[in-house]
């Protein structure tokens, strides 16, 4: 089996965010990382998450650098791994 796709899910412990995360959950295919402004909330998050998916928590805040935090995070863009993933209906042109 490849590499699992890693997902960055911004505020992923917060009600959209942690919907979103427990969609995922049972996705084999994903590493979701969760983060938000507290790296604790986003450790009992990802302990309390259950399902098959790998999950790994960061403390992220939009005050502060985004482009680093982003960059040490390491989320992997669509088009990286186009070949793996195929779109559920066709994309709007």
Not at 18 to 44: F, N, T
Not at 48 to 77: H, I, K, M, N, W
């Amino acid at each position: 089996m490849a590499a699992a796709l890693k997902v960055l899910i911004l505020g992923g412990y917060g009600t959209f965010g942690g919907r979103l995360a427990q969609l995922l959950a049972d996705e084999p295919r994903l590493h979701l990382v969760i983060a938000g402004r507290s790296r604790a909330k986003a450790e009992e998050f990802c302990k309390s998450l259950g399902g098959t998916v790998e999950t790994s928590p960061l403390a992220f805040d939009r005050e502060g650098d985004v482009e680093a935090q982003l960059a040490a995070a390491q989320p992997e863009s669509w088009s990286m791994r186009r070949d793996r993933f195929r779109p559920m209906a066709t994309p709007i042109a």
